[in-house]
């Protein structure tokens, strides 16, 4: 019987540690934005400063005394959406991580990158994520060496159902196979030459920076971590990436020879990179048709830093940068040219093939 009670009274000194350290979590969420998103010193958001601590004011307030989990989740995943930023969030360790695509998930999605002949004239390219691990980069490889096959004649269809980013330089790679990699880079440079970048300067997100470089050994990386910790050591609240130098006039590629219709398939689970690929494509000064439901949207601040919550109940995920003079403007989604239902295949090509251009 002793033995029972002490198991009782050990368990309710577990659970009531968890939920304190769960509640804690919130100030954990408040501080890494104060430590660490370019928000807190952007002088085009002046208000942002003031709506993170409304936020965490309404987030506590929820919150109480309560020794319940689900009230506090609650609390925290309401916190984090109030940002209206599709890179800020709270996972819970409990949910599937793809368990907020389950709805829109149409049946014939598919999970690989595929390049195929849907009939003579239509080429289908499936680009289910920019987030490409190992095991998939030897598709995505095979993918590319066929796009210049492609140029000219009939209609390459890029499929973005389910794409929710990763690195747009993947993005950025395939429109350089299709329309070659001298135009593209001249089209995106004319694109972006007032295009500048603002890092936020916190030991913070120096350290992931660090790691990263370490891990890819990228030059670009190490240079923004040597950038930061400079800005860090001279007190600068951002470390600020100027836009690139003028491109050389020897080396403008005047046009490009790709004359296929191209169509790319959209829905609202397309963010970030997703949306970089529209962007970069639609720099190449040729037609691009969007065909489905509108995208989500994105925030100029960009980046995304992931760090554990003190509970060790979930992630919680905040940009690191913040674009200056981005074209597409802050929290702008695509909208389809066409709207047309995105969960079946063979009525999203109908829709194609009812557009006289």
Known sequence: MIKFYTFIILTFALSACTTQRQSDDLDFMRDQILENHPGIYNTLD?????????????????IGSSSNQEPIKTALSTFAKSFNDAHLWVRWEDVPKNDAAKIALPEQRQSTFTIKRLTPEITWITLPTFDIPPNQQKEFEHLLKQLPKLKTKGTIVFDLRGNQGGNSEYGDRVVDHLFGEGYANQQRHTAHKNISVDWRASPGNLSPMREMHARYK???????????????????????????????PNKIVRTHTVKARIFVIIEPLNVSAALDFIDSLKMMNHKITLIGKTTKADRLYMEVRCVNLP??????????????????GDNVPYIPDVDCHVTDTEKVVECMENINE
């Open 46 to 62: 002046p208000s942002f400063k003031d709506a993170l601590e409304k936020a965490y004011s309404i987030a506590r307030s929820s």
């Open 218 to 248: 990228s030059d670009w990386m190490k240079h923004v971590a040597d950038c930061i910790e400079e800005s860090i050591n001279l007190h600068k609240p951002y470390y600020h990436a100027a836009p690139s130098d003028i491109l050389n």
């Open 311 to 328: 509970s060790g109940l979930g992630t919680f995920s905040y940009p690191i940068k913040v674009y200056r003079n981005r074209p597409r």
